[in-house]
T-cell receptor, first 109, second 115 residues
Framework: GQNIDQPTEMTATEGAIVQINCTYQ??????LFWYQQHAGEAPTFLSY??LDGLEEKGRFSSFLSRSKGYSYLLLKELQMKDSASYLC??????????WGAGTKLIIKP | DTAVSQTPKYLVTQMGNDKSIKCEQN?????MYWYKQDSKKFLKIMFS???????INETVPNRFSPKSPDKAHLNLHINSLELGDSAVYFC??????????????FGPGTRLTVL
């Protein structure tokens, strides 16, 4: 079956760095997405990886290892506004997104 | 300009009623989706649709049906509403070109409460 695993909740301190891990199992693979979702709002796109390696975009970076079925989202210089849920989603061979349940990130001052 | 819009934002109704949620995208995308996000915040795909193919998640009850009057709209009709249908429903769209996948853009969501 197809499955996405990520931690349910994480806590970090303002100004620090946090890494949110995601492992996936899909029928075929067409890339790994990370989305941010603030409470009561729609998910918004953060990153897309289809090749192995690290993609950096400002304070956020995303890493992919296809051989390990593993990705992580790295958030640097954490700000209070980064408190949100972070959703990992893998795209299967039919271009359907398989979603994780999301990791709720709590930022403390 | 809003890229993906949904109406209504909130919908409260009685069990057994029939209701519709509308979705429109002005991005020129070919593919649209409906998702259900339950109280545990898990996003579950219900339908994906483009001008060629409707893909239905087999676990979705046939009380739910998508209707697409044109490429920019994908409405969700729900018959005989049940308590378990209470959730937030998100519409999304994307442009899939050849083997290159594009991101999905989400609407603001419709919070459905069935009493």
């Amino acid at each position: 079956g197809q499955n996405i695993d990520q931690p349910t909740e994480m806590t970090a301190t303002e100004g620090a760095i946090v890494q949110i891990n995601c492992t996936y199992q899909t029928s075929g693979f067409n890339g790994l997405f990370w989305y941010q979702q603030h409470a009561g709002e729609a998910p918004t796109f953060l990153s897309y990886n289809v090749l192995d390696g690290l993609e950096e975009k400002g304070r956020f970076s995303s890493f992919l290892s296809r051989s390990k079925g593993y990705s992580y989202l790295l958030l640097k210089e954490l700000q209070m506004k980064d408190s949100a849920s972070y959703l990992c989603a893998a795209m299967d061979s039919n271009y359907q997104l398989i979603w994780g349940a999301g990791t709720k990130l709590i930022i403390k001052p | 300009d809003t890229a993906v819009s949904q109406t209504p934002k909130y919908l409260v109704t009685q069990m057994g009623n029939d209701k519709s949620i509308k979705c429109e995208q002005n991005l020129g995308h070919d593919t649209m989706y409906w998702y259900k996000q339950d109280s545990k915040k898990f996003l579950k795909i219900m339908f994906s649709y483009n001008n060629k193919e409707l893909i239905i998640n087999e676990t979705v009850p046939n009380r739910f049906s998508p209707k697409s009057p044109d490429k920019a709209h994908l409405n969700l009709h729900i018959n005989s509403l049940e308590l378990g249908d209470s959730a937030v429903y998100f519409c999304a769209s994307s442009q899939v070109v050849s083997a290159v996948t594009d991101t999905q853009y989400f609407g603001p969501g419709t919070r459905l409460t069935v009493l």
